[in-house]
């Protein structure tokens, strides 16, 4: 099938909306951006093929699962940091808390 300029443009419209216009992005390019986004996770988790009920339980797992690794680092990444900084600055110099608590 041979496809004219303006069926390519108005499938490049439809299915590659462009997040970055150099005009103020209207409310519909923006829907249609998240509608294609949520195309692209659809096909690339290949959850398509499932059923409603399916999909629904697939999001379910895979977003607790993302919120549940989203506060466990928010949570213990600032922990270990600190113990890091505290274990590497003995090597570059600094002083224990306790040797400048008995200088005090």
């Not at 496809?3 to 439809?14: A, C, H, M, N, P």
């Not at 923006?30 to 093929?49: D, N, P």
């Amino acid at each position: 099938m041979v496809y004219d300029i303006t069926d390519q443009e108005r499938f490049s419209k439809l299915w590659l909306p462009c997040p970055f216009q150099s005009g103020p992005m209207d409310v519909k390019s923006l829907k249609e951006y998240i509608c294609w986004l949520y195309y692209q996770y659809l096909l690339i988790t290949g959850i398509y093929v499932l059923e409603p009920w399916e999909q629904s339980i697939f999001n379910t797992v895979l977003f607790t699962m993302i919120a549940m690794v989203v506060y466990t680092s928010y949570v213990f990444i600032p922990i270990h940091v600190r113990l890091a900084l505290e274990f590497f600055s003995g090597f570059f110099g600094g002083q224990h808390k306790s040797t400048v608590a008995l200088m005090n």
